[in-house]
């Protein structure tokens, strides 16, 4: 079956050091997506892509950065973690736009990242 | 722009009764409409959606959603809830007319069933 995997599922780093997250999906979707859920806030969007090559930025994307070299994986970069950044991280992935499966995201399980 | 909202932080409900999760949109075009459920430590799963055609829609797990184009509304309903329906649930909304942008998710409602 197809799916979404997100590793590691849980995280530990210190203040500045660079953290990539993985995210790869077997729905062979073109667009995928990067959000954080912090309490009190929901999800947001921090980055998203809609095939490869192709990045975009969300609502939160400052301090983190995306690349697209094949339609299965986004990794999601922090540069320099701050503590600002603990939060939990979550994938998704859909199909095209003008699809009967349209706009529908399929979630990842989530990435606990914790900046000491 | 597109927005939507979710003025219920928190549900509780017994179980048994019926149950509403309330959501509100605003979009310039029309909206495509969708409901999503998280239970702990896991990810969103995609419950409904309205894109178009008949207001009612029906999901998984018997939920259902009536969406009203006047009071721009998309309430998620069940007839009778279970305790295992006790999770956080999110609205997310797009505009028609704004192209590729990404769906917009509202905070999310916290819903507990009670026993």
């Known amino acids: 079956d197809a799916e979404i995997t997100q590793s590691p599922r849980h995280k530990i780093t210190e203040t500045g050091r660079q953290v990539t997250l993985a995210c790869h999906q077997t729905?062979?979707?073109?667009?995928m997506f990067w959000y954080r859920q912090d309490l009190g806030h929901g999800l947001r969007l921090i980055h998203y892509?809609?095939?490869?090559?192709?990045?975009n930025k969300g609502e939160v994307s400052d301090g983190y950065s995306v690349s697209r070299s094949n339609t299965e994986d986004l990794p999601l970069t922090l540069e320099s973690a701050a503590s600002s950044q603990t939060s939990v991280y979550f994938c998704?992935?859909?199909?095209?736009?003008?699809?009967?499966?349209?706009?529908?995201?399929?979630f990842g399980p989530g990435t606990r990242l914790t900046v000491l | 722009a597109q927005s939507v909202a979710q003025p219920e932080d928190q549900v509780n409900v017994a179980e048994g009764n019926p149950l509403t999760v309330k959501c509100t949109y605003s979009?310039?075009?029309?909206?495509?409409l969708f409901w999503y459920v998280q239970y702990p430590n896991r990810g969103l799963q995609f419950l409904l959606k309205?894109?178009?055609?008949?207001?009612l829609v029906k999901g998984s797990y018997g939920f259902e959603a009536e969406f009203n184009k006047s009071q721009t509304s998309f309430h998620l309903k069940k007839p009778s809830a279970l305790v295992s329906d006790s999770a956080l649930y999110f609205c997310a909304v797009r505009d028609s007319l704004s192209g590729n942008t990404p769906l917009v998710f509202g905070k999310g409602t916290r819903l507990s069933v009670i026993a």
């Open positions: 979009v310039s075009g029309n909206p495509y």
């Open positions: 998704a992935s859909s199909d095209s736009y003008g699809l009967d499966d349209t706009d529908t995201q399929y």
């Open positions: 309205y894109i178009t055609g008949d207001n």
């Open positions: 892509s809609y095939g490869v090559q192709d990045t």
């Open positions: 729905w062979n979707h073109n667009n």
